[in-house]
């Protein structure tokens, strides 16, 4: 299995409402992980698309 780059406390810390906490379903976790994985990988291609080797805010 590989290591998730999705830190759980800090999606539990940030899924509030009207400054009151959300549960947070496990489902919801592995959604999260694909999309950043996902979103890093397009980044990825467009950093080298611009023959650089840094990710910026811009390749989002």
Known sequence: ???SITVKSQVKEHAKIDN????VAEEFYKALEEKNKQL?????????????NTLMARDL
Request: some cysteine; overall charge positive; aromatic content about 0%.
């Open 1 to 3: 299995m590989t290591k």
């Open 40 to 52: 890093i990988a397009e980044a990825c291609k467009r950093a080298k698309l611009n023959q650089r």
């Open 20 to 23: 009151k906490s959300l549960s």
